[in-house]
């Protein structure tokens, strides 16, 4: 079955720096696009960026520039490389595939910005 495990977050101050990464198993990993999606209290969670099979990105516009997706095929896995957070940035951060056919969710990791 699908899996999805986010690992990585924690608590960063302001312009701080954190890696997440993202392991996925139960299903063909390299041939699907994946995004990193978030969800902070009270709102509903909201893809940031996505990377293609082959290694293309895009970004939300409020993490472009400070974000940066990569994925390894040969280990099924993915990671979000976050600079320059900010305060808004505190949510909860989920991988999964962009256009997945199953309602699997890891349980994602927390990030908190603050000081």
């Known amino acids: 079955q699908v899996q999805l495990v986010e690992s990585g977050g924690g608590l960063v101050q302001p312009g701080g720096s954190l890696r997440l990464s993202c392991v996925a198993s139960g299903f063909r990993f390299s041939i699907y696009t994946m995004g990193w999606y978030r969800q902070a209290p009270g709102k509903q969670r909201d893809l940031v960026a996505r990377i293609t099979s082959g290694g293309d990105t895009d970004y939300t516009d409020n993490v472009k520039g400070r974000f940066t997706c990569s994925r390894d095929n040969t280990k099924n896995a993915m990671y979000l490389q976050m600079n320059s957070l900010k305060p808004e940035d505190t949510a909860v951060y989920y991988c999964?595939?962009?256009?997945?056919?199953?309602?699997?969710w890891g349980q994602g990791t927390q990030v908190t910005v603050s000081s």
């Open positions: 999964n595939a962009v256009y997945a056919s199953w309602p699997t």
